[in-house]
């Protein structure tokens, strides 16, 4: 019998040696459940209440995390396209991601399988994988979309796609492959939160997907509509924590959408960010002392990213996960939730039993490839970890509970079996 590649992965951490089972939940539904995955651009988790920031207001997002399933230790690319293109395939970085700014439409997306499956489909926001190309998102799978961003950087000649435009005040934005007019004054987010509460009024009797790569919180750091800068248009980074909040607000507002339609029992919700914070941004956080924004960067600070998964009636209020998390879970969570076997392309293991109070089905470990353009696989940087050690392929070890910075590698005994664990995982991946 030949295995799938997640059955080859494994595990040899103890607490992670069983995989998860897929239909863990008990009963079936008497209709297909709705999905939606909200995912903020450039924030980290130190900007989040349920994290223990005091700095910003996100009372949206800790509510659904308060009332559903925390994920403290959550990963992303440390870059916003390698994000996204592994959250929407299911693939680890270096199998399918080819340069920044570009998704290989021949490739398999949780959208793709939705709609195969009977499900309405959208997307609104951000989108930055298809430049010049504004049919891309429905071959990506979406029936309907409301986007920004289809930057054409290296056009032969001038286009309307040679600049990307605004995506805050009066934003440049494409609607099913028409350019949106009349948005002069408007706010992008804004424009975003009423097309994704029209697509639910319109779909809220047939299975939906909504997919929300959000525009905020993501630099230039403009005023917010309602701030006293609005007018003016300055733009600098203390806006940002008005940046996070109306953020947050954009979160409420497609939640009241769905308890609208009385939703909240047949949708899950999934909340996180592409990556962590930009690098100007410094953040107090009691827990850790000051992060600063390490966008870009594989440490925590440009990695560890706010995780949250709300379906009531199914995932138990307060429900914390610790075990280490990525963002190739994401599709084999969507297939179960969706009654669609996980595809044997999947890297990742679905999340529905951890946050269902079996978190003993954890792998215990994450992988992460990253490379910002790579040219051949020998570009990317590879590492596996653990909650507390990180391990490169290049040999650098890492004891996070003492140096989440990186500064210092461990050597000699002190890492114990831990390396020869974490080199099997690399080794493991790799070869698959």
């Not at 997306?109 to 951000?126: E, N, P, Q, R």
């Not at 215990?364 to 970890?385: L, N, V």
């Amino acid at each position: 019998m030949q295995l799938s590649r997640r059955e080859m992965l494994g595990s040899c951490i103890a607490t992670g040696a069983a995989m998860a089972a897929q239909g863990s939940f008990a009963e079936t539904p008497a209709r297909k459940l709705n999905i939606v995955v909200i995912l903020a651009d450039d924030i980290g988790h130190e900007c989040y209440g349920a994290y223990g920031s005091t700095l910003y207001q996100t009372p949206n997002f800790d509510t659904l995390a308060r009332e559903g399933a925390l994920f403290t230790h959550a990963y992303s690319q440390p870059l916003c396209t390698p994000s996204r293109v592994q959250l929407m395939t299911g693939k680890y970085n270096f199998r399918n991601y080819t340069k920044f700014g570009e998704l290989n439409l021949s490739e398999p997306t949780f959208a793709k399988m939705l709609k195969t499956a009977g499900y309405k489909t959208c997307i609104a926001g951000k989108w930055q994988l298809t430049p010049g190309n504004l049919q891309g998102p429905h071959t990506a799978g979406f029936d309907e979309y409301l986007l920004w961003h289809f930057l054409e950087e290296k056009s032969e000649k001038e286009s309307e796609f040679s600049d990307r435009g605004s995506r805050y005040k009066s934003p440049k934005l494409y609607k099913n492959g028409e350019k949106v007019e009349g948005t002069e004054e408007k706010y992008g987010p804004d424009l975003c939160d009423e097309f994704i509460a029209n697509f639910i009024d319109q779909n809220h009797d047939k299975p939906f997907l909504v997919y929300y790569p959000m525009m905020l919180v993501h630099a230039p750091y403009d005023p917010v509509p309602g701030s006293p800068d609005w007018e003016s248009g300055g733009k600098d980074k203390k806006n940002f924590p008005d940046m996070v909040n109306y953020m947050d607000k954009s979160i409420g507002r497609l939640v009241a959408t769905l308890d609208k339609h009385n939703l909240r029992e047949t949708t899950l919700i999934i909340v996180t960010g592409d990556n962590g914070t930009g690098r100007e941004i410094e953040s107090p956080l009691p827990s850790h002392g000051t992060v600063k924004g390490g966008k870009g960067a594989m440490t925590d600070a440009g990695t560890h990213v706010a995780f949250a998964m709300n379906w009531p009636g199914h995932i138990k209020p307060g429900t914390v996960v610790n075990a280490p998390i990525e963002f190739s879970y994401v599709l084999p969570t969507i297939a179960e939730v969706a009654g669609q076997p996980v595809p044997d392309f999947a890297d990742g293991q679905s999340l529905i039993p951890l946050a269902t109070g079996h978190e003993d089905k954890a792998r215990g470990w994450i992988f992460m490839s990253y490379a910002r353009d790579p040219a051949s696989p020998a570009d990317y940087r590879h590492f596996a970890r653990d909650e507390r050690w990180k391990l490169y392929a290049d040999g650098s070890l890492y004891d996070l509970s003492k140096d989440i910075d990186e500064l210092t590698p461990v050597t000699g005994a002190e890492s114990g079996d831990t390396r020869k664990c974490l080199q099997a995982i690399l080794d493991r991946v790799l070869k698959s």
